[in-house]
């Protein structure tokens, strides 16, 4: 196939000096040549396998609601099932056998048919490469474009398992300024439009974000938004890199209606009432959406993929056959048989037990934000802004109404300081919650001083609505007196 060379200058030499696993290509060639004897690859024959079928329980989602049957033991259950020598979804001979580095072809189907309906895209030419999780996806798409020198954009706090690991291989990062509604178009493109390419090196062509329930912030970026920051891309040039791990965890949206599923199915009918991703607003190519089974089936899972042009795919696949191929094959086995099974979910039922998740984690983001007004609402110390998205509610700690914050004459302040005293004293008084500051990405150029650095900004507390009431009940009652004990020292 030929591929569109037009975004080839934002690959890393990294990339372009990778050759492609001469062993794999023949391989392939194997594959794609009917009645050839292979005696090329040292694959195990399937006969010895000591494993003919795998079972998975798992709910029905026939039931109203799921996830809360489920949960409280009360489920109906199915059984989906894998097989060696008989006929299923895929089979456990090519399940359990290496495979190609972009996954099983029946997985990358699946998925496809579910991108197709989640994310309906005005490029056909997108291509899905499965993943070991959004965390190997993204790493994997920085050493695809970061070059030693490069500087990406990415929100002014961010999940540092992601932005730590291109650090390694220099490539900095250059925070872009946010509001309760998530990145603010305009200060990105004010980076661009100032960046000076004799100072500061080549301008940034990379952007990673984290659109839905942002980590940490749990903001949530609208349509108009969305439709700027690509704009944006178009205009400078720069590839977005999205990590969605929440996307399917969006609250607070209109009833699905019958008559809607009963036309387009359920998938397609939630999908509507879901913000545009990036991927669906895509006309050049620029997009490498990342998603994961982590949130919303089981983080152990370590299974993803990873939406993107095909040239990009191209590449990822030559890292992948080179390093730590496709992800295991019983998860595939699970993901075929749930999506493309007889009788098994399909893309509706998988559709239906997500949304069920998410009202689950609706509920329990509503049972911590009241408790948070219950313990510190009125105390002026602290407040909240409700997620749209995600797993974390980002607690702001008014520490400028603190006894014993000041600010030297040029302006700063010792809020840092200060966190991490409150931070000491939320740990020692027995909750454990991430203080905003390990969150933070420290611009270069201010060197992280100065009345703008964000040290300023980060009097802030993630903590999250994942667990069960009684850890949450628990934990915000210790909080709350901890800040209050905090705001009278
Ligand atoms: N190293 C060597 C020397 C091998 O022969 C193989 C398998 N052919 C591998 C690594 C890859 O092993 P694995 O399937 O465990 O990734
Ligand atoms: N990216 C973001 C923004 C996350 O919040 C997480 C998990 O917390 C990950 C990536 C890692 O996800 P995965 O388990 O799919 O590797």
Request: aromatic fraction near 10%; include cysteine; glycine fraction near 6%.
């Amino acid at each position: 196939m030929a591929l569109d060379l037009t975004l080839s200058h934002h690959l890393s030499s990294e990339t372009k000096n990778r050759t492609p696993n001469p062993m794999k290509e023949i391989w392939r060639l194997a594959q794609s040549t009917p009645g050839i004897i292979n005696m090329a690859n040292g694959d195990p024959h399937h006969s010895l396998y000591p494993i003919s079928e795998i079972a998975f329980r798992v709910p029905s989602i026939s039931q109203d609601d799921p996830v809360n049957a489920w949960r409280k033991g009360e489920s109906i259950t199915q059984t989906l099932t894998s097989y060696k020598d008989e006929p299923s979804a895929v089979s456990l001979r090519s399940a359990l056998q290496y495979g190609s580095g972009a996954g099983l072809p029946e997985v990358r189907a699946a998925l496809e048919q579910l991108m197709t309906v989640m994310h309906p895209s005005p490029s056909e030419n997108h291509f899905v490469t499965l993943s070991l999780g959004n965390a190997d996806a993204v790493t994997k798409c920085f050493r695809l474009l970061g070059e030693p020198g490069d500087a990406f954009l990415a929100e002014e706090f961010s999940f540092p398992g992601m932005t730590n690991a291109p650090l390694a291989h220099k490539v900095r990062w250059v925070p872009v300024k946010l509001d309760k509604a998530g990145m603010i178009p305009e200060d990105m493109e004010r980076i661009l439009r100032e960046w000076d390419e004799n100072k500061r090196g080549r301008r940034p062509h990379v952007l990673y974000t984290i659109p839905c329930g942002q980590n940490p912030t749990g903001s949530t970026l609208p349509s108009e938004r969305r439709r700027k920051i690509y704009e944006i891309a178009c205009r400078w040039d720069l590839i977005i890199v999205e990590d969605d791990p929440y996307y399917f965890l969006q609250y607070d949206k209109p009833p699905i209606r019958t008559e809607d599923v009963e036309k387009d199915g359920f998938a397609k009918t939630w999908a509507r009432n879901l913000a545009p991703s990036f991927l669906s607003l895509d006309t050049e190519g620029r997009v490498m959406r990342i998603d994961s089974f982590s949130k919303i089936i089981a983080p152990g899972m370590r299974l993803g993929w990873i939406t993107s042009n095909p040239l990009f795919a191209s590449h990822l696949e030559n890292l992948i056959d080179s390093s730590t191929q496709h992800p295991h094959g019983l998860g595939q086995a699970f993901i075929a048989e749930m999506l493309a099974g007889k009788d098994s979910w399909q893309i509706d039922g998988f559709a239906r037990w997500v949304k069920s998740l998410c009202d689950e984690y609706q509920q329990r983001r509503d049972f911590l934000a009241r408790l948070f007004e219950a313990e510190l609402g009125n105390s002026g110390y602290a407040n909240v802004e409700i997620p749209e998205a995600g797993m974390f509610l980002w607690i702001r700690i008014n520490i400028e109404k603190h006894p014993r914050y000041r600010k030297d004459q040029a302006g700063k302040s010792n809020s840092r300081a200060l966190t991490e005293e409150l931070f000491n004293h939320v740990r020692e008084a027995g909750v454990m919650m991430m203080p905003g500051y390990v969150f933070a990405i420290v611009d270069a150029e201010e060197n992280g001083s100065g009345p703008n650095a964000i040290d300023e900004r980060s009097n802030y507390f993630r903590t999250t609505f994942v667990g069960i009431e009684e850890t949450m009940e628990k934990g915000m009652a210790i909080f709350g007196s901890a800040v209050r004990e905090f705001f009278a020292s």
